[in-house]
């Protein structure tokens, strides 16, 4: 729209769009004036849009549903075991990492049928998401204690404890990528470079961290490397073979 008459219509739409050599009065009324003759700016605009709204969802899914599963997994822990599972300093620093990790979303390629329909902020979709993903990443957290305490004997806290750590921060970035598509993971749907670089450099840290200060505990990496194979298989099929997921999680 460029003309004067134009005006009234572009003030009562939703979103006004004008060239730039229209008249005054109708750029002042538009919401978007266009500069080149180019509709597709219009479509990559709305593409780029949606892909941030579905970036912005992979991030609060995730850090709802893991810390939800955390609080679960220290207050169980707590009350069972006769020491704190994690320290307050471990607990900190697991969410450092997290958050470094998660920073890279924005960049995160989108699967394609999730740009093909706009989609609205659910507060439902969210509740039931973290309803269901937190107590299943705590109940495999709770498998992973009932391992090291009964299987592996172990009994000496700083071990407890360095373990769980270390597979906390591995299981967690690893349950990033399978809860940022509604597709199989690194078959269907990959990743940006930039969320697969941030993943594998945190998941070498939050390995090699308790080598810094807890060197005679080195081979507590190969009891967490165990565990955590058992558990991704287990996590992994539950998720993509439950018909929970295609009615709430997404």
């Not at 407890?160 to 993971?185: C, D, E």
């Not at 690194?186 to 080598?211: E, M, T």
Request: overall charge neutral; glycine content about 4%; aromatic content about 14%.
């Amino acid at each position: 729209m460029t003309g004067i008459n134009d005006s009234p219509s572009l003030t009562n739409s939703d979103v006004g769009i004008s060239v730039d050599s229209a008249v005054d009065i109708a750029k002042e009324s538009a919401d978007i004036i266009l500069l080149e003759k180019d509709l597709n700016v219009l479509l990559d605009g709305v593409t780029e849009g949606r892909r941030t709204f579905a970036n912005l969802m992979k991030y609060i899914k995730l850090a709802t549903s893991f810390n939800f599963g955390e609080v679960i997994s220290v207050i169980i822990a707590s009350v069972l075991l006769p020491f704190l599972p994690e320290t307050p300093i471990q607990l900190l620093l697991e969410g450092l990492l997290y958050d470094i990790g998660q920073m890279t979303l924005p960049f995160d390629h989108v699967d394609k049928e999730s740009l093909e329909k706009p989609k609205k902020l659910s507060i439902k979709s969210l509740k039931n998401f973290m309803l269901f993903m937190g107590p299943l990443s705590s109940a495999f957290d709770l498998i992973v204690f009932a391992m090291l305490w009964f299987v592996f004997k172990v009994r000496d806290v700083a071990t407890f404890q360095t373990i769980w750590f270390s597979y906390s921060i591995t299981s967690n970035l690893v349950g990033m990528h399978i809860i940022r598509t509604a597709k199989v993971p690194f078959f269907q749907s990959n990743a940006h470079k930039a969320v697969y670089i941030s993943s594998i450099s945190l998941i070498i840290a939050g390995i090699a961290i308790p080598f810094t200060f807890l060197r005679k505990f080195g081979w507590a990496c190969a009891y967490c490397f165990k565990i955590y194979c058992f558990d991704f298989l287990c996590y992994n099929s539950l998720l993509y073979c439950g018909n929970f997921r295609k009615t709430c999680l997404y």
